[in-house]
């Protein structure tokens, strides 16, 4: 998987992105959310392609952030066809994209845990066979700070111990889906904490054998020690490879196998 980072490196910057904006095509639509930042991130992520606002997309989050630093996010397009792409956006943090998702042969659907630096639009988008953008999502209330304090595991001392390590399983459910959800030890850094450099997961692959069943670019924004759950195909029985890489270019590798147990409904 390629990493597109040219198109975001610009995106903590928001000078720089303003000025990216305002030679983008079209103005995208009124943001219902009211959001100082809806058309310099629409129109860095879209560019001329049609963007609309649709209810279909599912945008589950708590209204409040209890903890900034790990709030948890889950969007949910599976009454959408023909879905291709899902973004996680926050408008308001100094990293606005968590996770870029392609479900290749999975569900649309993606869950995880992000960091938020202070009270902010959270939005899913998702992109759809034939380019068009539809988006949802709502504001969130947070006291903020999540994306410029240290990491718990480096104040801690013992992130290295565990750097890397996955934990997961996977769930049977109808019509040959599993759910799986994964844990990954990594501080996830942003950069934005005096003499701690970024670091973090940038990409994640699931496969059953050779074939590519979703991945996604991830980001800074997403919290420590991510959490990630995903639907893709698969009967039970089978075997789910999980390939990721960070960063600083380590790469990490896991089998995850069937549970004996369905998970709690609801559970991230």
């Known amino acids: 998987m390629q990493r597109q980072t040219g198109l975001w490196v610009a995106i903590a910057l928001v000078p720089v992105l303003a ?15 009211g959001s100082p930042m809806w058309d310099a991130h629409a129109r860095t992520l879209f560019g001329d392609d049609p963007v609309r606002f649709d209810p279909r997309v599912k945008v589950d989050f708590p209204m409040i952030a209890e903890n900034q630093r790990a709030f948890p996010v889950a969007v949910d397009a599976r009454a959408i066809p023909d879905v291709r792409r899902m973004v996680i956006l926050v408008d ?57 304090a240290p990491p718990v595991s480096r104040v801690r ?27 990954f030890r990594h501080p996830m850094d942003t950069g934005l904490v005096d003499n ?19 991945d996604m670019e991830i980001w800074a924004a997403v919290a420590e020690d991510p959490a990630i759950t995903l639907m893709v195909d698969g009967k039970a029985g089978q075997g789910f490879q999980v390939e990721a890489r960070d960063s600083n270019g380590r790469d990490y590798r896991a089998t995850l196998n069937m549970a004996r147990q369905s998970p709690m409904p609801g559970g991230r």
């Open 92 to 148: 308001l943090n100094p990293i606005p994209i968590a996770i870029d998702y392609r479900p290749v042969h999975a569900a649309p659907y993606v869950a995880t845990r992000i960091k938020l630096d202070q009270r902010t639009p959270v939005r899913g988008a998702v992109q759809l066979a034939d380019g068009q953008w539809l988006v949802s999502g709502g504001w969130v209330d947070a006291a903020g700070g999540g994306c410029s």
């Open 19 to 33: 000025l990216v904006a305002a030679d983008a095509g079209a103005a995208a639509p009124p943001d219902p959310l």
């Open 196 to 214: 701690i450099a970024t670091y973090h997961l940038e990409s994640l692959v699931v496969k059953a054998g050779e074939q590519v069943l979703g």
């Open 157 to 183: 001392g013992d992130w290295a111990d565990h750097l890397g390590e996955i934990r997961g399983e996977a769930w049977p459910m109808r019509d040959g889906v599993s759910r799986i959800r994964l844990g």
